[in-house]
């Protein structure tokens, strides 16, 4: 009888696609994949930290990991379980623990998993090379999830993730250009770049840069799509931005973290720009990359925050006219420098700025979904949805198309005829992409 395993995985596209490795690394020692909901013998939860709700969300799935099966090993990874090793300790459904780094490991630390409860968490800070896996596919068929970059070296004031994550440490050319090739050969059109801090790809070493993996990308036949994962703000945007005409499979979707318009804010963040600079930057992107969707992270209720320096940051993201904000209250992590700060604000005035902030998102997204109607343009489809089939555009739009022809994995351009109830509807027009 096969031995079966379930995966959850919480937080970003990076973990998204080491949860595919671990899984794939599984299916290669002959184990079933079973959902999460279902009894198996193995669960694997990938953790997240990078707030509060994250750190309870996970001991939210360990725990039902364990009451759908009390037989079986529970097997934690992550970012909270390399940040918090001894809160994990203490938490009895639990049977593994390992961090960030070793997850290539977990299918033998199971194998051997005795009476004894492992605890196998490495010292991220010590990993200096990129710790290499290999996806050759992923349950979503249509775009391929592609890890090149590792770590991050801001420490920004209120977050844990270099903590979690370490140093930045930069994926191999040669590997990833194989593993795109990989990806291209199975079929997949569109691949998407995650890393922890994207845009510092190759500044360990001075070797290499974004841009080099994205013209290495460009010279592959049949990859039609290349979109990058959350971008941090500094140089390499300007750059892209300088370059565009040579990036014409470069999607124009870029989601560039903001956290606070407001200079002062963003100082005490220890953020390492000027919200004049961001938006000379999301400015060149979107005269670069016409229709461009420039999507963002914004906390608000950072420590010392003033109703005024507020407001400036809600004004800001009023101005830049992002196509979709990410707003999130700010979340006290232990040790950080923003845990110890002074001026910590109430949850009720986080829950009050962060509903007025969504105001200005809410009006953002229908004023870009409005801006599409009339124009015609190319969508990747995925998937048939109530009588619909659906697929998303280059600048990350979703598309709804009625009609019953079969089209998963098939780009087909769209006229945008409507916007309704948050969707926007369209038809074929008369040209195909092959």
Do not use: W
């Amino acid at each position: 009888m096969k031995k079966t395993v379930a995966f959850y995985t919480l937080g970003c596209k990076v973990n998204q696609y080491e949860t595919e490795a671990i899984m794939q690394k599984f299916k290669s020692c002959g184990y079933e994949i079973k959902d999460f909901d279902e009894k198996a013998d193995v669960y694997v939860i990938n953790t997240c930290s990078v707030t509060a709700v994250a750190d309870r969300k996970s001991r939210t799935q360990i725990r039902k990991a364990r009451k759908t099966n009390k037989n079986a090993v529970v097997a934690v990874c992550g970012c909270y379980a390399q940040t918090h090793e001894k809160e994990l300790r203490s938490i009895p459904e639990i049977d593994i623990v390992i961090g960030t780094a070793g997850k290539d490991k977990l299918v033998m630390l199971v194998e051997k998993k005795g009476e004894e409860k492992i605890f196998a968490v490495d010292d991220i800070m010590l990993q200096k090379t990129f710790e290499e896996t290999f996806v050759s596919c992923h349950t979503d068929k249509t775009r391929a999830f592609m890890k090149i970059q590792d770590g991050c070296d801001n420490y920004c004031a209120y977050c844990i993730i270099p903590y979690a994550r370490g140093h930045i440490r930069s994926r191999s050319m040669e590997n990833i250009r194989a593993e795109a090739e990989k990806f291209v050969s199975g079929g997949y059109k569109e691949i998407v770049l995650t890393g922890i801090h994207l845009t510092s790809y190759g500044k360990e070493t001075g070797e290499n840069s974004i841009f080099d993996v994205i013209k290495m990308l460009h010279e592959i036949d049949g990859l039609e799509r290349i979109r990058l994962g959350s971008l941090e703000m500094n140089e390499r945007l300007t750059e892209l931005a300088e370059h565009s005409a040579e990036l014409p499979k470069l999607c124009n979707h870029f989601h560039v973290s903001l956290q606070s318009g407001c200079n002062e804010t963003l100082r005490r963040m220890g953020r390492r720009y000027t919200a004049e600079e961001y938006y000379n930057a999301v400015y060149l992107l979107k005269k670069a990359f016409p229709g461009s969707a420039i999507t963002t992270d914004i906390m608000v209720g950072f420590p010392g925050e003033t109703l005024e320096e507020f407001m400036q940051s809600r004004d800001f993201a009023e101005k830049v006219e992002f196509a979709k904000m990410h707003i999130f209250p700010y979340s006290v992590r232990r040790g950080t420098r923003a845990a110890k700060m002074e001026g910590q604000i109430d949850n009720s005035v986080k829950k009050d700025r962060a509903a007025l902030m969504e105001q200005v998102n809410s009006k953002s997204i229908n004023g870009f979904a409005r801006k599409q109607l009339g124009k015609t343009v190319s969508v990747l489809f995925e998937q048939e949805e109530d009588g619909f089939y659906t697929g998303h555009t280059t600048n990350y739009l979703k598309v709804y198309v009625k009609t019953k022809e079969k089209l998963h994995n098939i780009v087909r351009e769209v006229k945008i005829t409507d916007y309704m109830s948050d969707r926007l509807y369209g038809e074929f027009s008369d040209v195909k992409k092959l």
